[in-house]
C-alpha cells in the first residue's frame, strides 16, 4: 500500500508593540519546536513579525528588545493564516553601567526587495559619512571622484527619510554623518509604486527618537589631513509626542597626488601635484510626529571644494594653482498625515548656490601668463504632493512634482587682473504628474504583485521645450521555496531624466585646455531591468539584465586648441550580471561578510563596446576588531579603461560603559591607486591618483538614554534563556 502524507503548511503574522501601543521595530525573534529552534529574524520597522510556510503544530515564541523585557509567547498553528495581533513587550530599567545589547540585526539583511544596511554595526566606518558607508557596500561601486554606480547604473535616486534630495547624490551623501543614519535602504528593482526616476533607488532613514522617556548621542570625531566634527542627535517621547533633534558640524577632507599625462595635437604635456577635496556640511534637522501627524524641517549648509598646485612640463612649463569653490543653504519641510490606509504629504526643498572658479598659469619667474575665473549663482527648488492608499492588497496614488532652479553665470579672463568678458543666465523646470495601481496577491507560498505607472513630464530650459507621456510597468514575483529559503523574480521599466547642467545650451570654460558644452536636446534615457534570485539566512545569489535605450555618454573631442566635453544620447546598451554575497554572524563573537559581483557591458552607437569586469568586497569582525578589504577589477569605459585598485581598512572598537572609543585606519596597507586612460583618434589622457598616508581617524561616541527616570530605583538585568521548553 502506498500511502501519501501532505504537510500542512500556514503563516503567522503578529506586530509587536509597548504598554502605549506604539511599534516596536526591530525586535529579534525565535521560534522554538518543543526545545529547537526553528527559525529567527528581526520584525520590521512597524513591529511586524511574517512567517511564511511554517508546518502545522506548536511553537513558542521568544521576542526581545533592548531596553524591555524578554517575551515569551506559544501558539498553535492549525489553520493556513494565523494571526496572533499585538504582542506587548513591557520596559524595564536599564542601569547603563549594567545594560547588555540584545537584539542587534546584522550589517546588512534583505528584507521585502531590498537591501538593508545599518551603519553603526560597521566599526570602520563609524566616524565617516553615507558615502563611506556605502563604498563598503557590495554591489556599489564608488569611484575616486565619488561617482556612484549599482549594478553598472549610474541612474540612482536618493531619497532622504523616503523624500528626494536637490542635491547631486554624492554631495549629498557626503553631508550625512554616518552616525547619524538608522539605516540605508537599496531597492534594486522598484516597483510602479515608486517615482519612475532611477534604476535604483537609495533611501537613507535618519534616526528619531522611538523611546518613551529621553535618550540622546554624541559623537566626536579627529583625524589626520584636517578631518574632524562633532554630531548631536537628542530625542524625546511623551506620550503621542515624538521629538528628535539632529545637529551636526563636520569637515570631510581627501588629499591626494596627482599625475596627469595629456597628448593631443602636436603637444604632450605632463603635469604632477597636490590635490585637495573637502566637504563641511553643518546644521540643524527636527523631527516631530504627533500620532497620525507627522513633521520635518532642515536648515542646513552644504559646502564643497578642491584646490590644486601642479606644474606641467612639455610643449609648455607652468605652474597652476587652481580653486574651486560651491556651496550655500539647503533647508526643506515636510507635512505628512498618515493613518488606516492613508497617506498624504507635501514637501517642499530650497537649495541656494554660490560656486566660484579660479585658474592661474604661472611661468617659471612666477608671470601670470594665463587666468581664467567664472562665479555661477543661482536657487533650485523642490515642490512634491502625494496621496497614497493602501490596504496591502490594493495601492494607488497620485505625485505632483515641480523642480525649478535658476543659474547666472560671469566668465573672468586675466588682463592685470580679473575682466568679466562673457554671461549668460538660464531658467529650468521640470513637471511631472504621475498615478499608480499596484495589485498584491498571496498564493500559498507565492507571492506576486503587478503594478502599473502613468507619468507625464514638461520640461524647459531656455525655451528648449520637451514633453513626455510614459507608462512603467512591474511585477515582483517571490516563492518560499522552504522556510529559510526563496527565490524571486521581478521586472520593471524606468527612466532617467537628464539633469540641468547637462542640457544648459552654453559653453563653460574649465580652464585652458577644456571646456563643458550641454545638450538641450538630450532625451531620456529608458531601461527594462529583470532580476533574479535566491536568497536564505546564510547566502544572497542574484542574476540581472538591463537593456537601455537613448544611453546618454559623455563625449571627448578635440577642437580649436581645447578638449571639449559634450553629452549626446549615443544608441542603446545591454548589462548582464550576478552577484553572490555572504553574511554569516555567530553572536557579538564573529561577523562575515563577503561578496563577489561579476558583470558585462555592451554599448551598441557608432562601434560595439564591450567590457567585464567584477569587484570584491570582503568584512570580518572579530569582538572589537574588524578589517575590511575592497579589489575594483579593470574595466572599460565608453573612451578608455579605469585601471584595477584595491585596498585594505582596520576599525577598532573599545566600550567602557555608556561611551564608546573607535579607532579608524583607511588604506592601512597603503596600496589604493587610481588610474584612467582616456583616448580617441586625436587625444590621449592617463591620470594617477594616490592618496595622502596615513589615513587615520579617533571617533569619541557617548549614549545616554532613560527611559523611565532610571535614577529613582535600580532594576536587575533580566536575561530569559529557552530553558524548560
Known sequence: MLIITFLQIGNVELNVVNEKGEAIGYCAYEVYKDTTKVLGGYCDENGNIKISNLNYGSYKMKIEFLGYETKVISFNLDRENLKLGKIQLNQKGIILKEQRVVAQPPTITYEAGKRVIRPSENISTLGGTALDVLRNTPGINVDNNDNIEIRGSSNITLLINNRPTNLEISDALKQIPANQIDRIEIITNPSARYEAEGNIIINIILKTTKEEGRNYSLNGRIGTYDNYGLNLLYGISINKTKISILTNYNKFSFNTNNQIKRIFSSETLITNGDFIRWNNPYGLRLNLDYGSFSFEGSLNHWGFGMSSNATTNGSNYYKTNFDFKVGGINSSVYFGYNKNFINAGIYWTIRT??????????????????????????????????????????????????????????????????????SFSYNFYRITNALYFTYNKNFNRLNSQIGLRFERTDRNISNFKKQYNDFFPSLNLSYKISQFDEIYLNYSRRIEHPRPWLLEPNEFKLDQYTKRIGNPNLNPEYSHSFEIGFQNSLINIYGYYRKSENVIEQIVSYKDSFLINYPENVGFSEFFGSEFSTNYRKGSFLDFLGSINLYKMKLYSNLIKESFSYDIKLSLRILLFQISGVYNAPRKTSQGEIKENYYFDLGLRFPYKNVIFVFNFSDVFKTFSFNTENYNFNFYQ????????????????????DFRKLNKHKIREESEDMEGF
Open 686 to 705: 592617463y591620470q594617477n591618483m594616490t592618496r595622502k598616508w596615513p589615513l587615520i581617524q579617533f571617533v569619541l561616541i557617548y549614549n545616554f538614554q
Open 353 to 422: 548656490s554660490n560656486e566660484f572658479s579660479q585658474t592661474i598659469n604661472k611661468d617659471q619667474n612666477d608671470n601670470i601668463i594665463y587666468g581664467f575665473k567664472n562665479m555661477e549663482i543661482g536657487p533650485s527648488s523642490t515642490t512634491r504632493f502625494n496621496f497614497d492608499y493602501d490596504n496591502k492588497t490594493i495601492a494607488f496614488g497620485y505625485l505632483l512634482t515641480y523642480n525649478n532652479s535658476n543659474d547666472n553665470v560671469i566668465y573672468y579672463n586675466y588682463q592685470n587682473g580679473f575682466v568679466p568678458y562673457d
